[in-house]
């Protein structure tokens, strides 16, 4: 350890992800993703996501679908369908990053044993 290490106020948090960063720059388009995802949880249940066989490939059809719903929306000039279906496609594409890492990381487990 140095002894900036052991210096009052010093904090270890280098090459650590400034999720700051994220939280700050994205603020608005992660209020509107975490609408979506109270929907969802209204309608289903809170992270039900995890529990949906074929998850990762299912949730990658439904970004998709709201990909091209965005564009019909656009097409007919409504701006607020637009944005909905914007965040229900980063929605989406959350939920298949999120099972593709759980998945990867659940894979690197079995083979450690």
Known sequence: MSSEEHSRGYKAD???????????????????????TTEGA??????GFLAVDAGAAR???????HLLEGYVSE???HE?????HMAAEAWNALC?????LREKEEQ???QAE
């Open 96 to 100: 298949v990053l999120e099972l593709t």
């Open 75 to 77: 097409s007919k000039h």
């Open 14 to 36: 280098e090459g650590k992800p400034r999720v700051g960063l994220m939280l700050a720059g994205f603020a608005r388009a992660l209020l509107e993703v975490s609408k979506v």
């Open 42 to 47: 209204e309608r289903y249940r809170d992270f």
């Open 80 to 84: 607020d369908e637009v944005l909905g």
């Open 108 to 110: 690197a487990g079995t």
């Open 59 to 65: 949730y990658d059809d439904a970004k998709g679908r």
